[in-house]
């Protein structure tokens, strides 16, 4: 555990703030629309009822 926390506070020191939190932000963007585009494949697609279709 204590090397984790040493690797990451080097890589702070190394880059700092800023910079570490924008690379986190931009992993998060990615990993969101890739789960955006790829929720059918997945999550599945379930078919809508007769109820549904009919107030569509």
């Known amino acids: 555990m204590d090397l984790i926390v040493l ?7 190394l880059y ?16 969101g629309l ?3 585009v790829m929720q059918n494949v997945l999550w599945g697609r379930e078919e809508a ?3 549904e279709q009919n107030i569509v």
């Open 16 to 31: 700092g703030v800023v910079k570490i939190f924008q690379v986190i932000g931009i992993i998060t963007i990615i990993l």
């Open 49 to 51: 009822n007769k109820a």
């Open 34 to 36: 890739f789960g955006m």
């Open 7 to 13: 690797k990451s506070g080097f890589i702070v020191q």
